[in-house]
């Protein structure tokens, strides 16, 4: 499916948005501008099911609410945070475990079949990524040092893991765009307060164009395209799967960081890219009994 391939692409401008913004914006303010205005362009297009669905909302309020908190809040302000005092290597290396994460938990707690052919994309994939946040050092792997901004890099993607998971195991009356929706509408109020303590006690924010045009890129690409993408494709795909996708995003990164910022693509990243989309083909291919089904 195409969308394999387009969700890590609108991720990545994250990356670019992230770098840019540092210093300009501060993280809780990307992240409540991004969802707010995020929020409001989907809500343009589930409003019909929304509204013919409010008593389901009663029903599923709380799932909303710790959804947003997981996936706007952790996973939006905690790596524009991290970014600030750690390196794009670490935060790949970071994410590059979510995706193995999620199938491991995915095969055992939400009975997701994976078979031999799957673990294998899994493994190639993870090759991969780990050969290009290593720039093809393998011998480096164990001078890596990480800082408090790890931490925080981590817990994003501690949350990451737990929302792709909780997606697949909490079913919902609504598809995947209006859930969405009510889920990042959610995540606003969460982030609003936090935004105001930042804003008041720790990090200002420069108002220029600039900062608008980091949260506007931030709000259309990583924000509506890419959660909508996503969510999509874990009801078709499952999260296990699905989860694979964010393999591509150091690849996405070092083309995307050519093209904008003008950062060379090396040897390793080409052979990274050899690793992991095989890998992902691999990973997302229906089983034999889901082929059968």
Same mark, same amino acid.
């Given at each position: $499916?195409a969308l394999i391939f387009i969700a890590p692409a609108l991720w990545?401008?994250?990356?670019?948005?992230? %770098?840019?913004?540092?210093?300009?914006?501060?993280?809780?303010?990307?992240?409540?501008?991004?969802?707010?205005?995020?929020?409001?362009?989907?809500?343009?297009?589930?409003?019909?099911?929304? /509204?013919?669905? %409010?008593? +389901?909302?009663?029903?599923?309020?709380?799932?909303?609410?710790?959804?947003?908190?997981?996936? $706007?809040?952790?996973?939006?302000?905690?790596?524009?945070?991290?970014? %600030? *005092?750690?390196?794009?290597?670490?935060?790949?290396?970071?994410?590059?475990? /979510?995706?193995?994460?999620?199938?491991?938990?995915s095969t055992f707690y939400l009975h997701e079949r994976m078979g031999?052919?799957?673990?294998?994309?899994?493994?190639? +994939?993870?090759?991969?990524?780990?050969?290009?946040?290593?720039?093809?050092?393998?011998?480096?792997?164990?001078?890596?040092?990480?800082?408090?901004?790890?931490?925080?890099? =981590?817990?994003?993607?501690? /949350?990451?893991?737990?929302?792709?998971?909780?997606?697949?195991?909490?079913?919902?009356?609504?598809?995947?765009?209006?859930?969405?929706?009510?889920?990042?509408?959610?995540?606003?109020?969460?982030?609003?307060?936090?935004?105001?303590?930042?804003?008041?006690?720790? $990090?200002? *924010?420069?108002?220029?164009?600039?900062?608008?045009?980091?949260?506007?890129?931030?709000?259309?690409?990583?924000?509506?395209?890419?959660?909508?993408?996503?969510?999509? $494709?874990?009801?078709?795909?499952?999260? +296990?799967?699905?989860?694979?996708?964010?393999?591509?995003?150091?690849?996405?990164?070092?083309?995307?960081?050519?093209?904008? =910022?003008?950062?060379?693509?090396?040897?390793?990243?080409?052979?990274?890219?050899? =690793?992991?989309?095989?890998?992902?083909?691999?990973?997302?291919?229906?089983?034999? %009994? /889901?082929?059968?089904?």
């Open positions: $499916m990545s401008v994250n990356y670019l948005v992230g %770098r840019l913004a540092a210093g300009t914006v501060a993280p809780h303010l990307l992240a409540l501008g991004r969802w707010t205005i995020a929020g409001l362009l989907l809500l343009a297009f589930a409003w019909p099911e929304i /509204s013919a669905k %409010r008593a +389901a909302i009663r029903a599923e309020w709380k799932q909303f609410l710790v959804f947003g908190a997981l996936g $706007m809040w952790i996973c939006g302000a905690f790596v524009y945070i991290g970014a %600030r *005092t750690t390196s794009a290597s670490n935060i790949g290396l970071l994410y590059a475990v /979510s995706p193995v994460m999620i199938a491991l938990v031999r052919v799957q673990w294998s994309g899994v493994v190639l +994939a993870c090759a991969g990524v780990v050969h290009v946040v290593l720039k093809g050092h393998w011998g480096s792997l164990g001078d890596i040092e990480f800082t408090v901004g790890d931490v925080w890099v =981590l817990a994003a993607v501690l /949350s990451w893991t737990v929302y792709s998971l909780l997606l697949k195991a909490w079913p919902s009356a609504f598809g995947p765009m209006a859930r969405l929706t009510l889920i990042v509408l959610a995540g606003v109020p969460v982030l609003v307060p936090l935004t105001l303590v930042e804003a008041l006690w720790f $990090m200002p *924010t420069e108002v220029s164009w600039a900062t608008a045009g980091y949260i506007v890129a931030a709000a259309l690409f990583p924000g509506f395209g890419a959660y909508l993408a996503y969510s999509y $494709m874990q009801r078709e795909l499952g999260a +296990a799967r699905v989860g694979v996708v964010l393999y591509l995003g150091p690849i996405y990164a070092a083309v995307t960081g050519y093209l904008v =910022l003008g950062e060379p693509v090396r040897g390793f990243h080409w052979l990274g890219a050899a =690793l992991i989309l095989p890998g992902i083909y691999l990973a997302t291919r229906p089983t034999a %009994r /889901s082929a059968q089904a």
